[in-house]
Nanobody
Framework: QVQLVEFGGGLVQPGGSLRLSCAASGSIVSIYAMGWSRQAPGKQREWVARVMGDGITNYADSVKGRFTISRDNANNMVYLQMNSLKPEDTAVYYC????????????????WGTGTLVIVSS
């Protein structure tokens, strides 16, 4: 099986920065894409960013220019550098890995982490 673990969340002041990390573990052969989503209190989950295996990135308009996603393919890690944070960025941030191919399998599956809480407040 594959596990995703996020870390790096916490309390930060408006305008501050935070870096989230996510580690995927298991008998992983390849991961098609990795990304981040978030869910604010009382709201639906919102897609934030995605990075493909070749490094191509996509961002939600709400974070474009402030957040940067990056990936370490060798170690199955994905990062989210968050700058110029706003109170509306407060949410539980979830990491995901799409089309994960593991040893012995002929098809990929999607996996999610359990989330890390980010609070932006003065």
């Amino acid at each position: 099986q594959v596990q995703l673990v996020e870390f790096g969340g916490g309390l930060v002041q408006p305008g501050g920065s935070l870096r989230l990390s996510c580690a995927a573990s298991g008998s992983i052969v390849s991961i098609y894409a990795m990304g981040w989503s978030r869910q604010a209190p009382g709201k639906q989950r919102e897609w934030v960013a995605r990075v493909m295996g070749d490094g191509i990135t996509n961002y939600a308009d709400s974070v474009k220019g402030r957040f940067t996603i990056s990936r370490d393919n060798a170690n199955n890690m994905v990062y989210l550098q968050m700058n110029s944070l706003k109170p509306e960025d407060t949410a539980v941030y979830y990491c995901n890995a799409d089309q994960v191919l593991i040893v012995g399998s002929s098809y990929g599956e999607d996996y999610w982490g359990t989330g890390t809480l980010v609070i932006v407040s003065s």
